[in-house]
C-alpha cells in the first residue's frame, strides 16, 4: 500500500488506529468515504480498510466561504460564478 495518493492526503491504515473516536462531520467532498471527520483543520476520511488525511488551511466550520475559496477552490470559483450571473440577472431585471 502507498501511503500518499494522488492528490497528496496521507493514507493511514486502519490497523494503525482502528476508531476515531469524533464526532462525524457533513462537511468536505465525501471521494467515496463512509464517513468524514474534522478536528481542527485536519479532515480524516474513513475507508473500509484505511483513512485518508489532510490538513485544510481554513476551517469551514468557522469561515466556510475563505475555505471554499482556498482549499477547495474549483467549488469557490464556481459559487462566484453563479453569484456574479446571479446578480448581473437581478440587476437587469429590476433596472427595466
Known amino acids: 500500500m502507498t501511503f500518499i495518493d494522488d492528490e497528496g492526503d ?9 476508531i476515531i473516536d469524533r464526532e462525524i462531520t457533513l462537511l468536505g467532498e465525501k471521494k467515496g468515504s463512509l464517513r468524514q471527520y ?15 488525511v489532510h490538513v485544510d488551511r481554513i476551517d469551514p466550520r ?7 475559496i ?10 462566484l460564478m453563479l ?4 446578480r448581473k440577472y437581478l440587476q437587469s431585471t429590476y433596472e427595466n
Do not use: C, F, M
Open 83 to 86: 453569484a456574479t450571473a446571479v
Open 62 to 68: 468557522i469561515d466556510p466561504l475563505g475555505h471554499l
Open 38 to 52: 474534522r478536528i481542527g483543520n485536519l479532515h480524516v476520511r474513513e475507508y473500509e480498510n484505511h483513512y485518508s
Open 10 to 18: 496521507i493514507l493511514v491504515p486502519k490497523l494503525v488506529r482502528p
Open 70 to 79: 482556498i482549499d477547495a477552490p474549483r467549488y469557490g470559483k464556481g459559487i
